[in-house]
């Protein structure tokens, strides 16, 4: 580990620079929860953004916040849904290896969390998408966000949706999306309550009291050097590492080179910061994975792999096609679609919305798969099963919903997916449910707390879009309060 994150000691320190109670880095979607709570509770509380304004990765993003349980957005939609069988759900989606108390906990405060939000200003429309998609094309506010209607998790729990989206209008997928919608209100209510903040501020490494407790951070701020008091608490909430391209060899190699839906300030410092002072990593290895590909598309035709059979059920959640893909196909797929469902899926799109146009065209199936240079027979009797069974309403291997089997005709296009995914990390500081960062030794670091990518969440190695923004506001929450009674 390089010297530049070792923690400073308290005695070294000749000057602070600015004091608080409580310090947060960071004001994406974690550092905007945590400072309106700590603000809440009394606290003195400042901000450090590295950038020169509010609003981090989550300000970028699609907006989706992942909640259940019985909201009043899925009670509007007539949705009915509960704790238990969220729970059951995400105990699965979230993989391997998933905290299940932390995924109870998250649960259980799930409805309240949805009324926190709305109480903090963020806007929600009680209307249901129910196209596949990576998101909402207009500005509906409920959406499946995590496959829970897909096989296998409809026979694990009841589907219900639980991508909650703030209401955004003039929405562009990608460019002005609804995660503005979320963070302009949060720090609107944290600024209200009295929280300050400062810009262009970089946190370098964490300021230690002689017993151990960390009581400050150093940081950067237009090349010089600014020392930060926190009388109370520091709370880290800057990111993840999918842009520290050391970082993501070391723990996860194979999205290496392809970071994807992130911000490059996602460099890890806060992790490496915490780390030498002794902290605990969680799920480092665990990452989302995108497949740069149209639901519309993947939904309305089948996806094969090099050796022309169908792996994934096309209707599942994107990122889950993403991972399976990446992970276990050698990051090889062809997308095989029939002339009718391109215009099909091209017509259910927003003007705006261009899909990916077929790699080869022919008229037969044989001749298809030569272009591709599959084996012979391969893809030929991948299709003719497929239509089987899609001709009776059903597929039983892979069990996609009867509403998307049409059997598969002629021109039959492929498009080329092969190297088409992208990724960003999910693991990071091991921490309490009540946001605190943990040592190696199993004890809290006094006066430390975390939240966000930068600490390990919900998700192993699952996923559901509003993961990251659900739970970063979840325990950003936490961290706050922590922070301001610690």
Known sequence: ?????????????????????VVVAGYGVAGASAAVEAARAGADVLVLERTGSWGGAASMAGGFIYLGGGTALQKACGFPDSVDNMAAFLDVAMGPGADKQRIADYCEGSV??????????????????????????????????????????????????????????????????????????????????????????????????ADGRVVGVVARQFGNEVTVRARRGVVLATGSFAYNEAMVARYAPRIAGRPAASIEQHDGRAIRMAQALGADLAHMDATEVAIFADPQQMVRGILVNGRGQRY??????????????????????????????????????????????????????????????????????????????????????????????????SPVGAIDLRESTGGFTLGGLATTLNAEVLHVSGDPIPGLFAAGRCSAGLAAWGYASGISLGDGSFYGRRAGRSAART
């Open 1 to 21: 580990m390089t010297t530049d994150v070792i923690p400073l000691a308290e005695s070294e320190v000749v000057r602070w620079d600015h004091q608080a109670d």
């Open 112 to 209: 309240a969390h949805f009324e926190w939000l709305v109480g903090c200003g963020v806007p929600f429309k009680a209307d249901f998408f129910g196209e596949p998609g990576w998101e909402p094309m207009g500005d509906q506010g409920l959406m499946y966000s995590g496959g829970e209607n897909s096989f296998p998790f409809n026979t694990i729990a009841d589907p219900a949706p639980r991508g909650h989206v703030p209401e955004m209008s003039d929405k562009k997928q990608g460019e002005a999306s609804a995660g503005f919608m979320l963070m302009k209100p949060l720090v609107e209510t944290a600024t209200a309550a009295g929280a300050r903040a400062l810009y262009d501020v970089r946190v370098q490494r964490l300021v230690v009291s």
């Open 312 to 409: 994934v059920a096309e209707d599942t959640y994107p990122g889950r096609i993403g991972q399976v893909t990446l992970y276990h196909q050698d990051n090889t797929a062809y997308l095989i679609i029939d002339g009718d469902a391109q215009d099909e899926a091209m017509a259910s799109l927003s003007p705006q919305l261009m899909l990916r146009p077929p790699t080869w065209v022919a008229d037969t199936v044989a001749d298809l798969e030569a272009d591709i240079g599959l084996p012979s027979g391969s893809l030929q009797t991948t299709v003719a099963l497929y239509n089987a069974g899609a001709a009776r309403g059903e597929d039983p291997l892979l069990h996609k919903k009867a509403q998307w089997l049409k059997p598969i005709g």
